[in-house]
């Protein structure tokens, strides 16, 4: 039987260290075992809200192939950091100086001109 642990960490990359913080609760889990997409897809959520800079170990256990048990993992565990990739604030100036320069761009009078239509002559065939 497949289960899952996911501890809240402090990973210190310099040092190669984790120091496990706490245990997570789960909100859902289940293993997907449809024949649509990805067969045995392990999907699990959070019972906290997740936060920029929070860092988690996850532990799955009971990992097993029943064709294959000697060759079958029985643990598997990974780390994931959660990061921002959003510019932060104080780069809101240059953000604002570019929105002041699309709407100058987009205030000028030639771009809000009534259209022109020339329609050339069309020479009507002698009969």
Request: aromatic content about 10%; charged content about 25%; some cysteine.
């Amino acid at each position: 039987d497949c289960r899952i642990q996911v501890f809240r960490v402090s990973i210190d990359v310099t040092q190669e260290k984790v120091d496990r913080i706490t245990e997570v609760p789960l909100d859902t889990f289940c293993v997907d075992c449809a024949d649509i997409g990805t067969s045995f897809c392990i999907i699990f959520t959070l019972a906290v809200d997740i936060r920029v800079g929070d860092q988690f170990e996850v532990v799955i256990m009971g990992l097993s192939d029943r064709c294959r048990p000697e060759e079958s993992l029985s643990e598997l565990q990974y780390f994931i950091s959660f990061e921002s990739f959003r510019p932060p604030i104080c780069n809101a100036g240059s953000l604002h100086q570019r929105v002041a320069k699309l709407a100058t761009d987009l205030a000028a009078p030639h771009l809000w001109k009534e259209a022109a239509w020339h329609f050339p002559a069309i020479d009507k065939p002698h009969r």
